[in-house]
């Protein structure tokens, strides 16, 4: 099952799966780290959206393909609405840490934008890729309503949304319609149900076990997989490739791992998020429950005004 090129529905084609440079550190780190990555078989870079080492991932990058033509390797970046309000000058900043005279793939990435703010927003993304200074757009963490107010103004539609999106959140997700529009998933926290910390634990957990023993593989493997299986873009950070030792391939599993394995993953994930679902009604009832005895209890004990 080699990580292949996908084709987004603007017609440019995107590596299947990604590394973040948000764990790069200055200087020969950075260097190495990204060397490593090349090495282990990334071609698609996605810088981080917080502009703190993108200087130093642009000097690592410099260093790491200066014999490699420009078409071997993708980049994705971030326009941070949040940090710098014109998408221009954002871009224009990062292709100059960078040394680059594009990026291949700029996301919109503003958790708090507005529906009345996302057709401006998106007319200046759709400016960027007119000018060549980005040859796809796309946006991040975009719901189903926020894709419908987009679309119903853009003259381009995204080519990407990055989502959460890993098998306890999947029937929850936008996924149906980012489908139905012809807009490819990238996911940046595909091993969330294997999180120790994840309250309450995944369901996944002895199902994974059981197709990790039969098929010889990691359970962070068939994750991989199962994502694969859907056309998402895995976004890896640092820590994820430390679950992965050093290697990405899970072309073992491209015949081991059945269909009945993947709608078991479908199936028990979808079940996780109705329990979660429930839990969360069942506090908020209990909560209002709570909350209107104390007032009834306090309007008990203090009398109401009886007017003049």
């Given amino acids: 099952m080699p990580w292949d090129l996908l084709t987004l529905n603007d017609g440019h084609t995107v590596p299947s799966i990604a590394v973040q440079t948000a764990f790069m550190r200055p200087g020969e780190p950075a260097v190495n780290q990204l060397r490593q990555a090349f090495d282990i078989g990334f071609s698609h870079i996605e810088i981080s959206a917080n502009f703190i080492n993108t200087a130093h991932v642009g000097t690592a990058l410099r260093t790491c393909t200066a014999e490699l033509p420009r078409s071997s390797f993708f980049v994705t970046a971030h326009w941070l609405k949040s940090k710098e309000t014109v998408a221009a000058l954002a871009l224009k900043k990062d292709l100059k840490d960078l040394g680059l005279d594009y990026v291949d793939l700029y996301l919109l990435n503003d958790p708090n934008i507005s529906k009345q703010q996302i057709p401006f927003a998106w007319a200046k993304m759709e400016q960027l890729k007119d000018a060549g200074l980005a040859k796809s757009i796309g946006v991040v ?121 993947l709608n078991v993953i479908d199936l028990i994930g979808a079940e996780y998020l109705r329990r979660h679902n429930e839990r969360q009604m069942q506090r908020k009832a209990l909560q209002k429950a709570i909350i209107g005895k104390g007032v009834g209890t306090l309007l008990h004990f203090v009398p109401l005004p009886t007017g003049n």
């Avoid at 990055?162 to 012809?182: F, R, T």
């Avoid at 050093?246 to 072309?251: D, E």
């Fill in 141 to 261: 963490d975009f719901d189903e309503s926020q894709l419908i107010e987009l679309i119903i103004a853009a003259k381009t539609r995204p080519a990407v949304n990055k989502i959460v999106y890993h098998p306890d959140n999947a029937a929850g997700a936008p996924v149906g319609l980012c489908k139905n529009l012809g807009i490819t998933i990238f996911t940046h926290k595909i091993f969330t149900p294997l999180n120790a910390d994840t309250k309450p634990h995944t369901l996944l957990e002895r199902p994974l076990a059981q197709m990790t023993l039969r098929h010889q593989a990691s359970p962070y493997q068939v994750l991989l997989a199962w994502a694969k299986s859907k056309g998402v873009v895995p976004v890896l950070s640092r820590s994820d490739m430390d679950k992965l030792k050093g290697s990405i391939k899970v072309s073992h599993l491209e015949t081991a791992l059945t269909q009945v394995d």
